[in-house]
C-alpha cells in the first residue's frame, strides 16, 4: 500500500466492541434466522389472486446456466442468439396460451404490466383520432391497480358496479357506453374476477365496447385458472397483461423480481415497447427491434431475463396438456374448500367458483371475532393467512386460493 497521511487525531477512534465468533456460530445465527422465514417451501400459502404456486427446482437449475446467467445485457446480440431465442420463443408460446398476436416481456411486474398495456391503448386510440376518450371503465371488484395504473397514464376513472349475482353489471356499463360512448377509452376487466368468478357474458361485453370504438384491456393476475382452457384473444380482449410469478411459477416475494408480459392483437401491436425479439426471415437471426410506433422503454435493457428463463422452461416441461392440467386441479382445490367451508362462512355469491373462493366473515363478526382475528389465529395453527378485507365489495373478506399444487390432506387440515 502506498504511504498516506494519516486523518487527524479527532476522527481516529479505538477498535470496535465487536464480538469474536467461530465460523460455526455465524453459520448457526444465519441458519436460525432463515427458519423464521415463511415459504412457498415451508408451507400452505392461500393468498387470494396471488397464485402462491410450487415453484419446479429444476427451472432454477436452468436459469443458473452459466450460458444464461453470466450474459451482459450489452452484449452484441450475434454473441447472444441463445437467449434471444429463448426470449423469442417464451413470446411465441405466450401469445398460443393467451390467443393473442403479439406480446412484450419488458414490463417488470404486473403492474407494470397493466401501465405498458394502458399506455399502448392510449397510443393506438390516439393514432386512430381517439385522443378524446378519456374515461377508463373499471369494476368495482377490480385489483387496485388498475384505477391506479389508468390514472396514472392521465384518464379518468369510473367505476362499474357489481351485480347481485357476482358479475359486473351489464345495463350499468350499456348506460355509460351510451351515454358517452365516444368518451370511453378502455374497460379494464380481470378475468376470472377478484370474485374468484367466470364473466358469463364477457363476448357481449366485448362486443358492446368494440360497437363504441373503445377497448377491452384484461388484467391476467388470474389466468391460472383459465390455462389450456380458454383463450382470452377469442373471447374479445385486445390487450391482456401476464404475471409469471403467479401462473408461470416463477418464484415472487421478496419484493421481487417478477414479470408482467403484454399481449396485444395484431392492429396494436405496432405500438409495443421497446426492445422487442424478432426473427430475422432472411438468415434466420434474432435481433432486438422497435416496434413501429413504439410507446419506448419501460425499463433498463431488456426485463427480467432469469425470470423469463424460469418460466419458459416451465411451460416446456408441462407443454400443453400439463397447462390444462394444472387449470383443472386449481379450480377442484378451491372449490373443494368452498364446499369445506360453506356451513361456517357466508359466500356472497353461492356460484361455483373457479381458481379461488371469497367468504364472508360477517356471521363471525356478529359474534365478537373480525376476519383479522381469524387470521392471526391461524397463523398460531402453523398456516399463512389468506387475503383479507378484499374484495372490498365483501365485508369482511377472506380470500382463499389453495392452487393446483396443495394436496387434499393439506386442504383438510387448513
Known amino acids: 500500500m502506498p504511504e498516506a497521511e494519516l486523518p487527524p487525531a479527532e476522527l481516529l477512534r479505538d477498535d470496535l466492541p465487536l464480538p469474536e465468533l467461530s465460523q460455526l456460530d455465524v453459520v448457526r445465527y444465519f441458519t436460525r434466522l432463515s427458519q423464521r422465514n415463511y415459504s412457498i417451501d415451508t408451507g400452505f400459502y392461500p393468498l387470494g389472486s396471488c397464485s402462491m404456486k410450487y415453484n419446479p427446482k429444476v427451472n432454477e437449475d436452468v436459469a443458473r446456466l452459466p450460458g444464461l446467467a453470466q450474459l451482459h445485457p450489452m452484449q452484441p446480440s450475434e454473441t447472444v442468439q441463445g437467449a434471444l431465442a429463448l426470449m423469442h420463443g417464451l413470446q411465441r408460446l405466450l401469445a ?121 384491456y384484461g388484467d ?88 423469463l428463463v424460469r418460466a419458459y422452461a416451465y411451460i416446456l416441461g408441462l407443454g400443453a396438456e400439463g397447462l390444462r392440467a394444472i387449470s383443472e386441479a386449481a379450480v377442484l382445490n378451491a372449490n373443494y374448500v368452498q364446499a369445506r367451508l360453506r356451513a361456517a362462512y357466508r359466500l356472497p355469491y353461492d356460484r361455483r367458483c373457479l381458481h379461488e373462493v371469497v367468504y364472508s366473515g360477517s356471521r363471525q363478526k356478529a359474534r365478537g371475532v373480525r376476519t383479522l382475528d381469524i387470521a392471526k389465529r391461524l397463523i398460531d395453527y402453523g398456516f399463512h393467512p389468506p387475503t383479507i378485507y378484499f374484495p372490498l365489495i365483501v365485508d369482511e373478506a377472506l380470500m382463499i386460493e389453495p392452487t393446483e399444487s396443495e394436496s387434499k390432506e393439506t386442504l383438510d387440515a387448513f
Open 96 to 216: 398460443e396460451i393467451t390467443g393473442m398476436d403479439e406480446v412484450s416481456l419488458a414490463p417488470a411486474a404486473g403492474a407494470h404490466g397493466e401501465l405498458a398495456g394502458i399506455l399502448i391503448a392510449r397510443a393506438y386510440l390516439c393514432a386512430n383520432g381517439g385522443a378524446g376518450r378519456r374515461r377508463v371503465l373499471v369494476p368495482d371488484s377490480a385489483h387496485g391497480t388498475n384505477p391506479a395504473t389508468a390514472a396514472m397514464a392521465g384518464f379518468e376513472v369510473q367505476s362499474i358496479p357489481t351485480d347481485a349475482d357476482g358479475n359486473m353489471d351489464l345495463a350499468v356499463l350499456q348506460r355509460a357506453l351510451e351515454e358517452d360512448g365516444d368518451g370511453v377509452a378502455a374497460l379494464m376487466l380481470t378475468l376470472p374476477s377478484t370474485l374468484g368468478l367466470f364473466e358469463p357474458r364477457i363476448v357481449r361485453i366485448a362486443e358492446l365496447l368494440h360497437q363504441h370504438g373503445a377497448l377491452l
Open 220 to 307: 391476467g393476475a388470474n389466468m391460472n385458472a383459465m390455462l389450456g382452457r380458454v383463450k382470452p384473444g377469442d373471447l374479445g380482449f385486445d390487450v391482456f397483461h401476464l404475471n409469471l410469478h403467479k401462473t408461470f411459477s416463477t418464484p415472487h416475494g421478496g419484493g421481487g423480481p417478477g414479470a408482467g408480459p403484454i399481449a396485444v392483437k395484431a392492429r396494436l401491436a405496432p405500438f409495443l415497447p421497446t426492445p422487442h425479439v424478432r426473427q430475422d426471415e432472411g438468415d434466420g437471426r434474432f435481433v432486438l427491434a422497435a416496434p413501429e410506433r413504439s410507446i419506448g422503454r419501460l425499463g433498463l435493457f431488456h426485463g427480467n431475463f432469469g425470470v
